[in-house]
C-alpha cells in the first residue's frame, strides 16, 4: 500500500513520530513524505521513505503561498496515487483533508494543537472551522492529543465522535528516554524547552527568572529551542546579566533534561506537550500550565505543581516552592514522574491504537 504523510516540519515528524512510521514501513507499505528540507529528513529517507520537499508557510497566512499549496497537493496527489493520506497540522489538515475529499482517497487527520488560529480573532477562527469542517467530512478518523481539542470540534460539528478519538499525544520512546538518576543539590537548575515565543508562557518565565536570580545564587535556567526574532535582544540581554543560559535548538534534549532538577512549561495552548512527557520520562519534576495539553502530565504536587495560565505570580510561588523542597521530595516527585509517563503515555500502545484504526 502507497501511504503519503503531509507535514510542515521535519523536527516533529522524525522526532515524535518516527516509530510510527518505521512500523508502517516495516508492514511493507511504500511511505512517501511531504514536508520542507530539514536536518532530519535524511534520517527519514534512511529509514526508507520518499521524499518530496513541500513548501509550506507554518505560521504566515498569504493566500498566494497556500494556493501554491494546495495545488502542489494536487500534483503530488496525482503522482503517487497513495491508498492513505495522513495529516499532520493545520494547512497538511486543510489542504490535504480537502482534496482527499473530494479525490475520494482515504485519509487520516491529526490534530496536533488548535494553535493561533482558535485563539486569535473571532473571524479568522470562524475561517478555519469552516475550513476544517469541509477538509474533515470524510476522513477515516481524526486523532487527537487531548480531550479539549477533541470536544471543540465536536461541539463545533467538524467531526462526529464516531470518527473522533484522543490519543494521548503522540506518547514517549520509554527505551529512548529511560529513567536517570536525579542530580545533586550543590545547585539547581530549571529547564525550558520549547521555541522561545510568547505563546509558550517565556515572557512569564523570563520575569520569573529575573526575580528568583536576584534571591538564589545557586539557582539556574536553562533554556533550549528554536527562538523568534522578537526574543533575540531580550534572550542576549538576560545572558549578559547571568539570567538565564541559552543554548539554542538541540537534536538531543536529553543531556539537558537529565543535569536539570526541574522541567518548566508555563505555555498558554499545547496539543500534548512531548518535552513534558520526555523530561517525566527521564525522571524529572514538572511545572507547567493548568491546561489540557499540560495537565495530563502532572498529579499536582505528587510529580510537579499546575499553575494558572498568564499568571506571572502563581509561577513564581509554584517555582520557590520546589526550591525549598527537602532533597529527597525532590528526588521522589521525579521517580512519580517516570512512573505517571509510563501508565499513561507509552508510545507502543499509541502506535497500537493508531494502526488499529488506519486498518479500519
Known amino acids: 500500500m502507497k501511504i503519503l504523510i503531509l507535514a510542515n516540519n521535519d523536527v516533529g515528524l522524525y522526532k515524535f513520530r518516527k516509530e510510527l512510521i518505521q512500523k508502517l514501513i516495516s508492514q511493507g507499505n511504500e511511505v512517501y513524505i511531504s514536508l520542507p528540507e530539514g536536518e532530519f529528513i535524511k534520517h527519514l529517507v534512511e529509514m526508507g521513505c520518499k521524499f518530496v520537499e513541500t513548501n509550506v508557510d507554518r505560521r504566515g497566512l498569504n493566500p498566494i503561498k497556500d494556493i501554491k499549496l494546495l495545488l502542489h497537493y494536487f500534483t503530488l496527489l496525482n503522482k503517487v496515487k497513495p491508498n492513505l493520506?495522513?495529516?499532520y497540522t493545520i494547512k497538511p489538515n486543510i489542504y490535504g483533508g480537502i482534496l482527499c475529499r473530494?479525490?475520494?482517497?482515504?485519509?487520516?487527520?491529526?490534530?496536533?494543537?488548535?494553535?493561533?488560529?482558535?485563539?486569535?480573532?473571532?473571524i479568522l477562527k470562524k475561517v478555519v472551522i469552516f475550513l476544517y469542517k469541509i477538509a474533515s467530512k470524510r476522513a477515516k478518523v481524526l486523532f487527537f492529543e487531548n480531550d479539549e481539542n477533541q470536544s471543540i470540534f465536536i461541539h463545533n460539528k467538524i467531526v462526529f465522535p464516531k470518527n473522533a478519538l484522543n490519543l494521548n499525544g503522540a506518547g514517549v520512546n520509554l527505551e529512548e528516554y529511560q529513567f536517570t538518576e536525579y542530580p545533586s543539590c550543590e545547585e539547581t537548575r530549571i529547564l525550558f524547552i520549547g521555541r522561545v515565543m510568547k505563546e509558550k508562557g517565556i515572557e512569564e518565565l523570563l520575569e520569573v527568572a529575573r526575580r528568583l536570580k536576584g534571591e538564589y545564587s545557586n539557582l539556574f535556567f536553562d533554556i533550549v529551542g528554536p527562538i523568534e526574532d522578537d526574543y533575540r535582544p531580550i534572550i542576549k540581554k538576560l545572558q549578559e546579566e547571568n539570567v538565564v543560559n541559552y543554548y539554542g535548538f538541540q537534536s538531543d534534549v536529553r543531556p539537558y533534561i537529565k543535569k536539570s532538577h526541574c522541567f518548566v512549561l508555563p505555555s498558554y495552548h499545547e496539543g500534548m506537550a512531548?518535552?513534558?512527557?520526555e523530561a517525566g520520562a527521564l525522571g524529572r519534576p514538572l511545572v507547567t500550565s493548568n491546561i489540557f495539553g499540560c495537565k495530563e502530565a502532572v498529579n499536582d504536587k505528587e510529580n510537579g505543581y499546575l499553575v494558572r495560565i498568564k499568571d506571572i505570580e502563581d509561577l513564581y510561588e509554584k517555582i520557590k516552592e520546589f526550591i525549598h523542597l527537602p532533597y529527597e521530595e525532590k528526588v521522589e516527585m521525579g521517580r512519580k514522574s517516570r512512573e505517571h509517563i509510563v501508565s499513561k503515555f507509552d508510545k507502543k500502545k499509541i502506535i497500537e491504537t493508531t494502526l488499529k484504526e488506519l486498518k479500519k
Request: proline share 0%; net charge positive.
Open 85 to 87: 493520506v495522513i495529516t
Open 102 to 122: 473530494f479525490k475520494n482517497i482515504a485519509y487520516a487527520v491529526n490534530i496536533t494543537g488548535l494553535g493561533t488560529a482558535f485563539h486569535g480573532s473571532r
Open 274 to 277: 512531548n518535552t513534558l512527557l
